[in-house]
């Protein structure tokens, strides 16, 4: 199958499988698993944080970081496409009773300072606390600059507020910028990473912050049902993308801008609407073009697609090629030209 739906359907290469087999192994929740002792040690180096928790999902780790940054009658600022506000199920709140102050994000995903402000609530024990702004970088597949993420450090210095990064894609975000990972962790005091998308480990993530954030997010873990026990085998493939799939990131970036370039060539396609930052194309679909039928013949021709008319999404990979991407094209031009 080609898989254009998500970052997330990529499979475990063979090198990382062996990593996985050949992994040392220990009981985790006992602290014995060297494995992930490892990866969390280098975690907490490669991104300039103190500590390190290796988490079952993003939606976990995004969770453990508003449960430990916030108490109950706590809120945090977030974007109305925040992950961390709209898929996922509501975690925080239900889970954490930390409600959710979403804002409008901005056409580049970002927040404005001046609305961020305003919905800050005053100590009056009529409001929930506002305690935590939390971005995401990359946000539908853009990307936030250095500029924006220090302007939101000071934003949150002059408001007492902790910053924290959903950073799902931060490596994307990186390669897109071409910094190094950390000239974006810098600005903040928690931030996760996504071992299981573009980085292709077949499950995990990483939860960064400082040594008594870690420790508090540890005991939630444990207490979410998240504590693992020779959590190894995975530990290894996490400690193997960070190692070995960063840099190809460049390869699913050009084959996005490829992919959209491509689309425009299909009659009824127009990707104009959007800009391709990273490995994320959105294209509009004309509504004469009949989407059932389309994913059928895709599916026929062994393709895969999150089909919808406004705003499509396609995301590339790296069990996406060039190649695969031709197959698609001449599929579609097939049915539409
Ligand atoms: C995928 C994603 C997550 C959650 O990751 P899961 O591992 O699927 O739970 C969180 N934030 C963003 C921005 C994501 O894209």
New binding site residues.
Partial sequence: MIDFR?D?VTRPCTQMKKAMFEAELGDDVYGDDPTVNALEQYASERHGFEGALFT???????LLALMAHCERGDEYLCGQN???YK??AGGAAVLGSVQPQPIENEADGSLCFTKLKSAIKADDFHFARTKLLSL?N??GGQVLSLEYMAQAQRFCEQNQLILHL????VYNAAMALDVDVTQISQYFDSM?V?L??GLGAPI??LLLGDKAFIAKARRIRKMLGGGMRQAGFLAAAGQYALLNNVERLAEDHDNAKYLAKQLNEVKGFNTSAYRVSTNIVYVDVATDIDIETMTTELMKNKILISSSYVGMRLVTHKDISQGDIDTLISVLKKQFN
């Fill in positions: 998500s997330t079952s999902s993003g939606t976990q780790a995004n925040a992950h961390n898929y996922e995401e990359t946000i959903d950073g799902a894609r996760t996504c299981s998308k995990g993530s």
